[in-house]
């Protein structure tokens, strides 16, 4: 039987009338087992085993800088681990064997200023970097049109950064 857990936590604090720390975690843990037998009797084309955990948790700052504006600053970290292996019901064939990684470090500021009556303005930035651990490998198989798709390894890293400063008049 499938098992599922989920958590989260939310802690706030207030530091001052004009400022305020936040720190929020969620997660997911997802452990399934398929037997051979239960996917015959089900009809199912694959049997094996999937588990995963899947998690995001930060920091927000917010500063109130007067009745006019604020900043919002967040710094986060969020990823997934894959760890599955399935074969095919009726040959017993490897069909997937991943156990992967992909995480993402996130820095984001937000500032909005009240210029007027109607007028707002609102800038700021984002930084991300992503890095990620690819170790999967794909057996070989007949597909619908009766071709035969060979087998692919995916191993590697993936690490990349990405910047962006925004703003906005409204």
Known sequence: ?????????????????RDKLSFLGIGGIDNIDFTKEQSIDDGNQTYGSYRSYQYASGFNWLHIWNRKGY?????????????YLFRETKSDSFLVDNL????????RNVNSYQLSKKDYLEFGFDAKYYFCDYNAQYGSYTNALGDTVPPLN???????PKYGLHSSLT
């Open 1 to 17: 039987a499938p098992k599922y857990s989920d958590y989260q936590t939310k802690v706030v604090y207030d530091i001052s009338s």
């Open 71 to 83: 900043s919002n600053t967040s710094v986060a970290i969020l990823g997934t681990h894959y760890d």
């Open 100 to 107: 992967s990684d992909n995480r993402e470090m996130q820095i």
């Open 154 to 160: 995916v191993l590697g890293d993936l690490n990349s």
